[in-house]
């Protein structure tokens, strides 16, 4: 199976900048939709931004259009979420994510079934 580890949280100023990196080991993304997504204190987790399966496609919610990237590296079996303007609502812990075989929605949390821990992105105003 594979495991997830999150990194490059922090605190920054609003309209600043952070990129998250997310990585793999045991199984690495071949076969997996890889997401992220984010949850603030009292609020439910909600979708930020996946690769399709194949890789070949983004998604992202329109909160973060325009503003935030996913990318990956095969190589260093990571994937990155670069956030740029950053805003005192994007507060929250970030969690990468991988869709297993039978998970097909990649703005769909309960279709992903490998988490990793969490890293913390506050924005201060």
């Known amino acids: 199976q594979v495991h997830l580890v999150e990194s490059g949280g922090g605190l920054v100023q609003a309209g600043g900048s952070l990129r998250l990196s997310c990585a793999a080991s045991?199984?690495?993304?071949?076969?997996?939709?890889m997401g992220w997504f984010r949850q603030a204190p009292g609020k439910e987790r909600e979708f930020v931004a996946a690769f399709s399966r194949s890789g070949s496609n983004t998604y992202y919610a329109d909160s973060v259009l325009g503003r935030f990237t996913i990318s990956r590296d095969n190589a260093k079996d990571t994937v990155y979420l670069e956030m740029n303007s950053l805003k005192p609502e994007d507060t929250a812990l970030y969690y990468c994510a991988a869709r297993a075989a039978g998970g097909v929605r990649p703005k769909e949390l309960n279709d992903y079934d490998t988490w990793g821990q969490g890293t913390q992105v506050t924005v201060s105003s």
């Open positions: 045991g199984r690495t993304f071949s076969g997996y939709g």
